[in-house]
């Protein structure tokens, strides 16, 4: 059945079927700029996640006995497909969730990009031999094939901050190991993920591989994420659900990519208009509603003065507004986020942080915050706040800025600002994260590269390589000759 929408509702798609739900309900999605409507989303009952899962299962089995090769071809399709949506999707992206139309545009070739290096990296996924003799001479007349098999069925759940993007780096690797899909995007980002799904469908997917299921997680959460035909769950968002999640999971493997409080250390001898520069860019690009994005600054009190001067500047220059407007700050995905955001600086402010931009706010849009002389008993030190607010916290000695770094629940990435490399890869080794950044802004990718978090911050790696081989499993076949 053709995919529709009907007065800006969208249908989800359901073993080759676009449909509307038979709850009647639906969920309006509102544009964080304007409180506009964006359009509306099928509220699935149980019995459509059901199906959705148990119809994903029965595709599996025929999906899993195709050659890579022949996988490879629908995520090619996939990918041309999202090029040739590339605007009516990058549109969706920017009004639905609040980006600036050319990130939003990015996003969309990225994710394109992702897909047909994922197909080219399933192709190089091979088995192994393993002679017994190598262990002891009893064991010379056994030999081990070692091939990597799919899981079955994958939960992937994605955030509203790459709607696009983070969705496909949870499916395009699924469905390359021969794993079907049981996609399920973050309410807010929903109708991005649809049209995502879209071009899949366009592309030639086959009924049931990629289900997609649509409604608020504490309506159908728990029943999808405890289905016994579910294998693993692939979920980004916040540490607390995915916290949650995995209490839940029990015995099915899971991936978390949870959330971040990156710090950035600069120490004397940094090129401060480098680390100026990359400080602003990851700490506020997309207004700081990146779990990747910089969080704090840990900077030695010698050169303080100097990089504060410079972080002034550059922030001053940032575009506030509108993403339509393709600012660099836009409005925060929802008036809750924005009151936390709030929370924070007054806190900071109340016990004597100095604050060095205005304190502003409109809305969902809240101006950049640079707040000096943060200290430990403040709450921005050890909150993620995800939105544009960034504390300065000087340090004596690199020993503090690393106690206090590692004092965090999180363990994503952290940034290191020196001209003494050698320096750097020995703090990196201290620092309790899952990347270490010398001499550049924190943030995901390239997309080959590993990608994990530590602590609160995570289970499991990613990176295009790392997630294929995380929807698999191994198998051992001995050969016992005589």
Known sequence: MKAEMIANTYQFL??????????????????????????SVQAMTENEVNLAVTGAKAAQKDWAN????????????????????????AETIMKEVGKGYSSAEKEVVRTADFIKYTAEEGKRIHGELINGGSFNAGSANKLAM??????????????????????????????????AVVFKPATQGAISGTLMVRA???????????????????????????????DLINFTGGSETGEYISK?????????????????IVLNDADLEKAAGDIVGGGFSYSGQRCTAI??????????????????????????????????????????AADFVQQLVDDAVGKGATPLTDIRREGNLVYPVLLDNVTVDMTVAWEEPFGPVLPIIRVQN????????????????????TKNVEQAIRIGSELEVGSVQINGKTERGPDHFPFLGVKNSGLGAQGIRKSIESVTREKVTVLNMS
């Open 14 to 39: 359901l073993n080759g079927e676009w449909r509307e739900s038979l709850s009647g309900k639906t969920i309006e999605n509102q544009s964080p700029s304007d409180n506009t409507p964006v359009g």
């Open 66 to 89: 195709l050659s890579f090769s022949e996988r490879a071809e629908l995520l090619y399709a996939w990918a041309d497909q999202l090029l040739e949506m590339k605007e009516e999707i």
């Open 146 to 179: 070692v091939q990597r098999e799919p899981l079955g069925v994958i939960l992937a759940i994605s955030p509203f901050n790459y709607p696009v993007n983070l969705s496909a780096a949870k499916i395009a690797p699924a469905l390359i190991a021969g794993n």
């Open 200 to 230: 899949l469908d366009k592309a030639g997917l086959p009924s049931g591989l990629v289900n997609l299921v649509t409604g608020k997680g504490s309506e159908i959460g728990d029943y999808l994420t405890t289905h016994p035909s579910i």
């Open 248 to 264: 839940k999971a029990s015995m099915i493997p899971v991936i978390l990519e949870l959330g971040g409080k990156d710090p950035a």
């Open 295 to 336: 969080k704090r600054v840990l900077v030695l009190d010698e050169v303080a003065d100097a990089l504060v001067d410079k972080l002034k500047d550059k922030i001053k220059a940032l575009e506030v507004g509108m993403p339509e407007d393709n600012a660099t700050v836009t409005p925060l995905i929802n008036e809750k």
């Open 398 to 417: 690199i020993e503090e800025a690393v106690i206090i770094a590692n004092e965090s629940e999180y363990g994503l990435q952290a940034s290191v600002f």
